[in-house]
């Protein structure tokens, strides 16, 4: 069996006030379900947050799915400095996806 990279990601709104950490197996796809709000219920969905500031790649599931608890876990103050240390533009990294 192929192993397969995963994502540990966050998105926000435009206004960046709502943050949100996922996982994914296909980031591109999961950004794509995002901002087609496929699940209008969902966070994202009731809060617009399909804007991707934030991503790091692992080498299999568990190890993304241990990432998502640890981030989190942490503060917002950790998260926008997980942010702002890859983007600190907070830019749409997935612009043009």
């Known amino acids: 069996m192929q192993a397969r990279t995963c994502a540990v990601y966050i998105v926000t709104n435009s206004r960046n006030t709502v943050l949100y950490t996922g996982v994914t197996s296909d980031l591109c796809l999961r950004i794509a ?5 496929v699940d209008p219920s969902t966070f994202t969905g009731r809060y617009n947050a399909s804007k ?4 790091e ?3 299999n599931i568990a190890a993304a799915i241990a990432r998502e608890k640890q981030i989190k ?3 917002r103050a950790k998260k ?7 983007n600190p533009e ?3 990294l ?3 996806w």
């Open 33 to 37: 379900e995002h901002r087609l709000k």
């Open 73 to 75: 876990a942490g503060s």
């Open 57 to 59: 790649t692992t080498p």
């Open 80 to 86: 926008v400095a997980l942010i702002e240390g890859m």
């Open 52 to 55: 991707l500031v934030y991503y």
């Open 94 to 96: 997935a612009e043009g």
């Open 90 to 92: 907070w830019r749409d």
